[in-house]
């Protein structure tokens, strides 16, 4: 049990040499870790002995609580009230305003369905657009009670395994590969692939979800609160190669070839990446260079070329890679399965303005020499395995740069009350309350797309959903990277300095200030995107019967 202090015990340990202090009425035995204080010895020592719960949430985000609580954490003050989380947002000036009541799934006009109740549950801070609406007691007919345990589930677990490390991961450019594994063990990578849970792949299971259960809303909860962590190079590392790379395998591989490999992959102890782009071809698929030539006696493809800008593959065990087999064009590419263990494959990491922790890698493949089994799909059709991939991978963006933008709203939510400049807080400033008004339109707004181009994936077939949602999805792409874009500018601004250094309070705000580059390009750049959603809009709704 948890030691017990008085206010005046406390108050004793005041000195250099003996220096306590209370957060949240909590006890912190400081004496030791005030050298090592980014924030300096002698802040801590004038505080020594007392109650510093307003001065730590002043300087410090819920990261760090979380973090040295366990180190730093002797006691608690007698009496505290019933353990309640010391969050941030406590700290926040109470509004002036009555606070909201949040009406009762009972109560509600309109009669709610059984399985949806326990969606109406909040969870989070409930700070206005800071959770997607449905997180804060608002109806939505998406949830039902699998998805709110899913992220109940997944935000309990990164709270306490992935928030507090963020920051150093970031500057090491690596997450531990014990996480890509408990990402494996947990279900997760399974449920990634915008297909129906792959039991036959793994015995993993996702404790909140039964497998029949789990739809590509689940897969919507889990990018998307992995992406709260605001880390583009975290949310890369974990999903980034294998959301992209995996599916094209599980649908068009050979079958031998997906046995034998399949398995590794989605239980985390092997990774696999998407490798398509060259130096010369980007967006522009079809003009691709890397060749693959059949030997003489039918058995093996050689591949010679390089890939540039690939996710994960600096660690990546396998690779698949686009190729070209036949003629100019997109009639001539192929898709390959190219294994880290066939001779002539070599990666090298590259440096990058964000997404740190991705392990953005330049790829050279020289006379590599490819069994014909590891061909996924047919020979010279693979342009239309990369565009069946593509709705997927663009939801993935999507779903990442919404949440990003939320995050940095949310962030700058929670700073405007705390910050105060010319005798008031940011918040009370009407030009900052404007930036957050038009950082939230655009989230919510963007937010509501998201969740019907879901919805129609999830009601559609894949070939109807590839030329049907082709353009609605690529104008969502453009929407997402530019709300990201728009949110991370107006909160690096609403930080100031603390948006501009690394680390501490405008940590999250600074790194997506410098990943908006790599959402905005990847997977088609924002321009690409919204001329591809009209022309290929037009397109299908000529085959509909458009009367233009
Ligand atoms: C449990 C007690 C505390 C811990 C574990 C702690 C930890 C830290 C850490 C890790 C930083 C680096 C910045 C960051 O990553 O956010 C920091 C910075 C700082 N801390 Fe603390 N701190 C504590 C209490 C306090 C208190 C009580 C004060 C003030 C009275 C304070 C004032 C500061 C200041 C001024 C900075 C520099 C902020 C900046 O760079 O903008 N800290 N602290």
């Known amino acids: ?105 009972k109560t509600s006009a309109v009669k709610v369905p059984e399985e949806q109740r326990e969606t109406l549950e909040p969870l989070g801070e409930l700070i206005p657009f800071g959770d997607p609406s449905w997180y804060q007691g608002y109806h939505s007919p998406y949830y039902n009670e699998t998805h709110s345990a899913l992220r109940n589930e997944i935000r309990a677990w990164m709270e306490e395994k992935v928030e507090p490390y963020l920051n150093e991961w970031d500057e090491t450019k690596r997450v531990p590969e014990e996480i890509y594994q408990e990402m494996g063990k947990r279900g997760y990578l399974a449920g990634l692939l915008g297909l129906h849970y792959p039991v036959q792949y793994t015995n993993y299971r996702v404790t ?48 031998v070839v997906r046995k034998r490999v399949i398995p590794g992959i989605i239980n985390g102890s092997k990774r696999i990446c998407l490798a398509i782009t060259e130096p010369d071809a980007g967006s522009d698929v079809a003009n691709l260079t890397t060749t693959a030539e059949k030997t003489p006696d039918g058995k093996h493809f050689i591949v010679n070329g390089e890939k540039k800008w690939i996710t994960n593959g600096i660690w990546s065990d396998y690779f698949t890679v ?42 050279t493949f020289e006379d590599v020499k490819v069994p014909v089994e590891n061909l996924i799909g047919k020979e010279n059709q693979g342009f239309k395995v990369i565009m069946t991939n593509f709705n997927h991978e663009r939801l993935g963006i999507a779903i990442q740069s919404t949440r990003f933008a ?80 728009f949110c991370a500018r107006e909160a690096a601004q609403i930080f100031g300095g603390l948006g501009y250094t690394r680390g501490g309070q405008g940590a999250k705000v600074e790194r997506l200030y410098r990943d908006v580059r790599g959402y905005a390009i990847p997977g088609g750049s924002e ?22």
């Open 1 to 105: 049990m948890s030691k017990t202090f008085s206010l005046d015990e406390v108050a004793k340990h005041k000195e250099k040499d003996d220096l306590w202090i209370i957060v949240e009425g909590d006890v912190y035995d400081l004496t030791k870790f005030q050298t090592e204080h980014p924030g300096g010895q002698k802040i801590l020592q004038r505080v020594g002995g007392k109650d510093a719960t307003t001065q730590f949430w002043k300087y410090h985000n819920q990261g760090i609580l979380n973090k040295y609580k366990p180190k730093l954490m002797i006691g608690s003050l007698e009496g505290k009230a019933a353990e309640k989380p010391a969050t941030a947002a406590a700290a926040v000036e109470a509004p002036k305003a009555a606070p909201a009541v949040i009406v009762p799934a």
């Open 406 to 485: 939320r995050v940095c709203y949310e962030e700058s939510m929670k700073y405007a009350h705390k910050r105060k400049t010319f005798a008031k807080r940011l918040i009370d400033h009407p030009v900052i309350r404007m930036k957050l008004a038009h950082m939230a339109r655009q989230i919510e707004a963007t937010h509501n797309l998201l969740e019907n181009m879901i919805y129609q994936c999830k009601c559609m077939g894949e070939t109807e959903a590839m030329l049907k949602l082709g353009g609605p999805i690529a104008s969502l792409k453009a929407q997402s990277t530019i709300t990201f874009e």
């Open 527 to 548: 321009e690409i995107m919204l001329d591809l959603s009209v022309r290929q809009s037009l397109k299908v709704h000529q085959a509909l019967g458009m009367k233009l």
């Open 322 to 363: 686009a190729v070209r087999t036949g003629k100019p064009g997109m009639g001539g590419i192929s898709v390959l399965l190219i294994e880290r263990t066939m001779p002539g494959v070599s990666t090298r990491k590259m440096d990058c303005q964000g997404v740190w922790a991705s392990g953005t890698t330049y790829i």
């Open 208 to 255: 909140s979800v039964p497998p029949e259960k789990w739809d590509l809303f689940h897969e919507f909860i889990l990018t998307d609160e992995l992406s709260r962590s605001g880390s583009g190079g975290f949310v890369w590392n974990v999903i980034g190669g294998y959301g992209i790379g995996l599916p094209p395998l599980m649908k068009f591989g050979n079958e």
